[in-house]
């Protein structure tokens, strides 16, 4: 069974910095493609970035030269690091995974990122 678990959300001031985990367990991250999700309230989730094998990493262009994702394949962790963080990047933030020739996508339960102005 894949299990996604995000964590180290938070609350912090625009120009601060979080970085998110999704720990994974029933899959293994460095053969899976991963991607982190956001959705604010009353707004569709979108994607945010992801890691593709045999792809380059997809960024928004919202979030393009201020996040950055990686893989940590020894922890089997997927990680986004947000840096210079805005209030427009105020929600919550999903962990999916996929692996090639499976048709499910695999989400995580979020983490609530917030940003005051």
């Known amino acids: 069974q894949v299990r996604l678990v995000e964590s180290g959300g938070g609350s912090v001031q625009a120009g601060g910095s979080l970085q998110l985990s999704c720990a994974a367990s029933?899959?293994?991250?460095?053969?899976?493609?991963m991607a982190w999700h956001r959705q604010a309230p009353g707004q569709l989730r979108e994607q945010v970035a992801s890691?593709?094998?045999?792809?380059?990493?997809y960024y928004a262009d919202s979030v393009k030269g201020r996040f950055t994702v990686s893989k940590d394949n020894a922890k089997n962790t997927f990680e986004l690091r947000m840096d210079n963080l805005k209030p427009e990047d105020t929600a919550t933030y999903y962990c999916?995974?996929?692996?090639?020739?499976?048709?499910?996508?695999?989400w995580g339960r979020g983490t609530q990122v917030t940003v005051s102005s």
């Open positions: 890691i593709s094998s045999g792809h380059p990493n």
């Open positions: 999916a995974a996929w692996q090639v020739g499976v048709p499910d996508y695999y």
């Open positions: 029933g899959i293994n991250v460095g053969n899976s493609g």
